[in-house]
């Protein structure tokens, strides 16, 4: 505290009035004792050189030195709402010679933390957990950008702060690394593993000009296409401009795969500006309590639309045609494998091009790092057993669970073509296993249901808990063949019953999101709802889109399967796959945190989501649709030898 107390006497007296308030003997007195701090704990150390030549130029008002001063953070006001980001000015560091720009967590001790949590954290975590205070510990780290001398090394910098902390009883620990330390000279390392993936994508593109010449060429001359100009950026361009649809009683399912990703990328969108802004406690303690803001709190329901699309498509288009088990599981691979490969290539390689700024390593160590030491668990679909801080791609998780269902989706759909009586009792067998798998669960773990607000990683990535969402998909996929064969007819006043039926189950569940936030935690309630909140929010959309696709709601399969939604649907998994690389891109190059409210939230989202839809359509071009061309001329192939 009289650290603080002179530091901050020194700050605000000018230099330029020796007699106002003693400051020749204050001025003096500082110098002193950060001489005695730098020589007593790293003397004969080139850092201890530098910085007493930067101590001394200070004092002589040298220019190069008060700019080093002043490119350091200072304290920041607003502490209290979540204000822990004091970076400095990182660009006026970065461009001064000999100097190196550094961020230095500081987190505060456990009494410290004690007596937050006692008179701020309360308010945000009413429900009472552990497991939370664990989370919010995270929102007690101060970030500080330091502008010091190259020559001095963490070691140099460890040291000084163990005798600060020791002389003035500093509450906190600083830790200190090279990663987080940033100079004009620390250039980006390239690497082999940077070349081969260069390459991969010089031959990508240089494979796809050569097919939209040869595509080109052969319209010229009239002849037919074939399987050499699936690789066309021109014709794939026309088929996903094209508003033709194989199947198009299905056409709702468009418009509600862009809102589900919609809601997808504003969700995480969300994560990353509430926790990079000036006010975060005020987003957790009011904003996400507002029931006006619970469509974004209710975001991970979007997950459990996919997989009951997933389910839906997985068992209509296997009853559709003759069933192979081979080219069944071979199609899914060939068909997301190399949009997922390019995704981790690009963060293995190209992120850490794209990104500059103080919190470039936090991103690094999210898409470059992580994707180094884990990447096989996200090719292979199982990365939703790996913990979210060592996850390659942290969304990842989704493509593993929709994965691993879809394995046993050959056996649910022998069981619709030659048990059909049994069908039924199947699902319902899975389904009562998994609810009491996951009540149980829940009751002996104490586990939570918000996301973002407990630790529920157990339950929010295990295929177990998630499954009836993806049954309930199965069996209206099954009701939707059904109709194909047979039309069917619901009688109006059913239709318009059910109709309310789901608006009322989706805006209970949506609502209740803030409802759970705003009272105290019970064991029982989120079991609850861990058990049946997802099967019932997917039995929702499933019905939604059985009356579209069989003609009972007519203008809500209009919109649903509006021509700008056929298009922008066509990307969904593309920006699925890219929209956490650039969310992440976007935060990272910010040189300070700003405030969060709703309108700006908007403002900037649309933005992104433009950012997002430019690296979809990037991806799609050069990696997702040549494949799924190339898969429909083997089909079509394969179909004309048949016949």
């Known amino acids: 505290m009289k650290f603080n107390i002179v530091l901050i006497l020194f700050l605000i007296t000018p230099k330029c009035s020796p ?119 995270n929102y007690m780290i101060m970030h500080y950008g330091l502008c010091i001398p190259q020559s001095c090394t963490t070691s ?32 980006i390392n390239t690497t082999n593993t940077d070349i081969y993936v260069f390459f991969f994508f010089f031959v990508v593109v240089t494979v796809e000009l050569t097919s939209t010449i040869y595509d080109l060429h052969s319209r010229q001359k009239g002849k037919h296409p074939n399987i050499f100009v699936s690789f066309s950026l021109y014709t794939n361009t026309k088929k996903l401009l094209s508003i033709h ?26 994560i990353g500006k509430s926790t990079h802004c000036v006010n975060s406690l005020d987003v957790l303690s009011d904003w996400t309590k507002r029931y006006e803001h619970s469509i974004f709190i209710a975001a991970p329901y979007a997950v459990d639309t996919f997989l009951a699309i997933s389910g839906l498509l997985v068992v209509y288009v296997g009853l559709k045609f003759e069933f192979h088990w081979t080219l069944f599981y071979l199609h899914r691979i060939v068909r997301l494998g190399p949009a997922l490969l390019a995704t981790v ?12 700024g103080p919190f470039a390593f936090n991103t690094l160590r999210v898409l470059h790092t992580n994707c180094q030491n884990s990447f096989w668990y ?53 389904c009562v296993f998994s609810f009491i798998y996951t009540w ?58 059910l109709w309310l039926a789901c608006l009322c189950i989706m805006t209970t569940l949506i609502l209740y999101q803030v409802y759970i936030l705003r009272h105290d935690y019970n064991v029982y309630r989120s079991a609850f709802f861990n058990t049946f909140s997802r099967p019932l929010w997917s039995a929702s959309v499933c019905y939604i889109i059985f009356s579209c696709c069989t003609g009972h709601a007519r203008p809500v399969n209009t919109f649903l399967s509006h021509p700008v939604f056929i298009v922008l649907g066509k990307l969904s998994y593309s920006m699925y796959l890219i929209h956490i690389t650039t969310t992440y891109v976007v935060v990272t190059n910010k040189r300070q945190v700003g405030y969060f409210s709703t309108f700006e939230f908007f403002f900037d989202f649309w933005g992104h989501f433009v950012c997002v839809l430019v690296g979809a359509v990037v991806l799609c071009l050069l990696f997702e649709a040549p494949v799924v061309s190339f898969l429909r001329h083997l089909q079509a192939r394969r179909r004309t030898k048949m016949h």
């Open 19 to 137: 007699t106002l308030f003693g400051t020749d003997f204050i001025l003096n007195f500082f110098k002193s004792r950060v001489f005695q701090l730098i020589n007593s704990n790293i003397n004969g150390t080139e850092c201890a050189t530098d910085l007493n030549l930067l101590v001394h130029s200070v004092f002589d008002l040298d220019w190069w030195a008060i700019s080093m001063l002043d490119a350091s953070s200072k304290m920041n006001s607003g502490l209290l709402r979540g204000n822990r980001r004091m970076l400095g000015n990182y660009d006026q560091c970065i461009s001064l010679e000999k100097a190196q720009y550094c961020v230095v967590p500081v987190v505060p001790d456990r009494s410290v933390r004690e007596y937050l949590y006692k008179n701020i954290f309360h308010e945000i975590n009413p429900q009472n957990k552990t497991t939370n205070q664990d989370i919010l510990s």
């Open 156 to 187: 140099d910098l460890s040291k000084l702060w163990k005798s600060l902390k020791k002389s003035y009883n500093l509450p906190g620990k600083a830790e200190f690394s090279d990663d987080l330390c940033y100079s004009k000279n620390k250039g």
């Open 245 to 270: 649809c194989e199947n198009s009683s299905l056409k709702c399912l468009y418009g509600i795969r862009v809102l589900g990703i919609v809601w997808v990328i504003l969700a995480h969108m969300l």
């Open 345 to 356: 290539l690009i963060n293995l390689s190209f992120v850490k091009y794209l990104i500059d």
């Open 378 to 430: 996200t090719v292979f679909f199982v990365s939703n057993f790996v913990p979210e801080d060592y996850r390659c791609m942290p969304h990842s998780w989704y493509l593993g669970i929709d994965t691993q269902l879809y394995l046993l989706a050959p056996t649910l759909i022998y069981w619709i073509r030659h048990k059909k009586s049994k069908f039924l009792l199947l699902i319902g067998a899975v």
């Open 440 to 497: 149980c669960y829940v009751l002996n773990n104490n586990s939570g249901f918000m996301y973002f607000f407990e630790r529920v990683d157990d339950i929010y990535t295990n295929p177990i808990c998630r499954m009836p969402a993806w049954l309930v998909g199965i069996y209206f996929g099954y009701l939707l063949h059904k109709h194909r064969l047979q039309k069917t007819e619901i009688p109006y006043i059913i239709n318009v019953s």
